[in-house]
């Protein structure tokens, strides 16, 4: 059974630094990766997508890189604003039709 | 129209109530799905419709009645819920269900739901 873990589990860090948030999955027998944001009381916005024959996909401020082999995938936040703040979840989605997984969630601070 | 689009967008309700809620798509998304998330949790899958039809029930209680008249549209139907059914509910849409998803899920911003 697919299992996806993300670490840390909250963050805390002054505006202007670059972050790395982390999530592993022990199946790397995975379709596609997927890293959502969520504000508080909302829906998930889909970030990034990073399907298995890639190793990274970047929008803005964001690169997602992904590792099968290792069932790792990194979420990095460069020069990181206020408005960054948010939980940060990711999700993985087996070969075999399985539904998403998603991981616990990282919840970001960023203090002016 | 690349959204998915829920209401209501919040929602309180009384343990004897009947209430729906609903969610809509135009994106020619075939697989629609309704989680449910608690307060600092991630989401719970709770029902899976392909082409229309139910395909993943994940034992969801018969008090979550769920529903899909067409491609676009996917209702949550409620009836006597406790207070511990109270969270955001999410529904979410994607291109397939099966291995073919290439383009990930799209979720809807939720409808909050108190039961008291």
């Known amino acids: 059974k697919q299992e996806v873990t993300q670490i840390p589990a909250a963050l805390s860090v002054p505006e202007g630094e670059n972050l790395v948030l982390n999530c592993s999955f022990t199946d790397s027998a995975i379709y596609n990766l997927q890293w959502f944001r969520q504000d508080p009381g909302k829906g998930l916005t889909s970030l990034l997508l990073?399907?298995?024959?890639?190793r990274e996909q970047t929008s803005g401020r964001l690169n997602a890189s992904l590792d099968k082999s290792s069932g790792r995938s990194t979420l990095y936040i460069a020069a990181s604003q206020p408005g960054d703040s948010a939980t940060y979840l990711c999700?993985?989605?087996?070969?075999?039709?399985?539904?998403?997984?998603f991981g616990p969630g990282t919840r970001l601070s960023v203090l002016p | 129209d690349t959204e998915v689009t829920q209401t209501p967008k919040h929602l309180v309700m009384g343990m004897t109530n009947k209430k729906s809620l609903k969610c809509e798509q135009h994106m020619g998304h075939r697989a629609m799905y309704w989680y449910k998330q608690k307060a600092k949790k991630p989401p719970e899958l709770m029902f899976v419709?392909?082409?229309?039809?139910?395909?993943i029930n994940e034992s969801v209680p018969s008090r979550f009645s769920p529903e899909c008249p067409n491609s676009s549209l996917l209702n949550l139907h409620l009836h006597a819920l406790q207070p511990e059914d109270s969270a955001l509910y999410l529904c979410?849409?994607?291109?397939?269900?099966?291995?073919?998803?290439?383009?990930?899920?799209?979720f809807g911003s939720g409808t909050r739901l108190t039961v008291v």
């Open positions: 999700a993985v989605i087996g070969n075999y039709g399985q539904n998403f997984v």
């Open positions: 979410a849409s994607s291109q397939f269900r099966d291995r073919s998803v290439n383009y990930g899920y799209t």
């Open positions: 419709y392909s082409y229309e039809k139910l395909s």
């Open positions: 990073i399907q298995s024959s890639q």
